[in-house]
T-cell receptor
Framework: GAVVSQHPSRVICKSGTSVKIECRSL??????MFWYRQFPKQSLMLMAT?????????EQGVEKDKFLINHASLTLSTLTVTSAHPEDSSFYIC??????????FGEGSRLTVL | GIQVEQSPPDLILQEGANSTLRCNFS?????LQWFHQNPWGQLINLFY???GTKQNGRLSATTVATERYSLLYISSSQTTDSGVYFC??????????????FGQGTILTVHP
């Protein structure tokens, strides 16, 4: 199957700082990527759809100024958590698809805000 | 939006036992996938199965799209099968292209 890579896998930061997470499709081009969030012992919730060359589309309740998404190329999307606070601590995971068809997920990034 | 319900929420097995996990969904779907989330959080693709039946080793899956459910079968379970199993669907309606809605998962524990 297709490979989606995410970096970093773990990040610890101080409250008030910004953190950038990268999501790359390694062996295919993805015009659309998706960002999910998962709290401990819960399911995955879609945060936003990242579209190459255009603005991201955010799900209801997700603060677009808090979670900045940039889809700079057909193989790279980035999620920046701005002015992070402890409540932003979570597991963030991206996915990509060669539409239509199967979606593949990155390894995930565990963010801890102190 | 589309609703996805998985059952059972928890399942405890002895090694070697068989099990069936169920996923019900409330609307027509373009895509249905089964995942295994490992202890490090990574989602491992098990099946891409919007309809029909597929098998991969000890695992198999069946989706009956007209009746809006999918089943994941695990035979001769092993301790390494432990973890969380998710069903996720892409709604056929509206502008849901590529967006997956996840069920709450089934936590499987296999004892030696």
């Amino acid at each position: 199957g297709a490979v989606v890579s995410q970096h970093p896998s773990r990040v610890i930061c101080k409250s008030g700082t910004s953190v950038k997470i990268e999501c790359r499709s390694l062996d295919f081009q993805a015009t659309t990527m998706f960002w999910y969030r998962q709290f401990p012992k819960q399911s995955l919730m879609l945060m936003a759809t990242s579209n190459e060359g255009s603005k991201a589309t955010y799900e209801q309740g997700v603060e677009k100024d808090k979670f900045l998404i940039n889809h700079a190329s057909l193989t790279l999307s980035t999620l920046t958590v701005t002015s992070a606070h402890p409540e932003d601590s979570s597991f963030y995971i991206c996915s990509a698809q060669q539409y239509p068809g199967e979606l593949f997920f990155g390894e995930g990034s565990r963010l801890t805000v102190l | 939006g589309i609703q996805v319900e998985q059952s059972p929420p928890d399942l405890i097995l002895q090694e070697g036992a068989n099990s069936t996990l169920r996923c019900n969904f409330s609307d027509s779907v373009n895509n249905l996938q089964w995942f295994h989330q490992n202890p490090w959080g990574q989602l491992i693709n098990l099946f891409y199965i919007p309809s029909g039946t597929k098998q991969n080793g000890r695992l198999s899956a069946t989706t009956v799209a007209t009746e809006r459910y999918s089943l994941l079968y695990i035979s001769s379970s092993q301790t390494t099968d432990s973890g969380v199993y998710f069903c996720a669907v892409e709604s056929a309606g509206g502008t849901s292209y590529g967006k997956l809605t996840f069920g709450q998962g089934t936590i499987l524990t296999v004892h030696p």
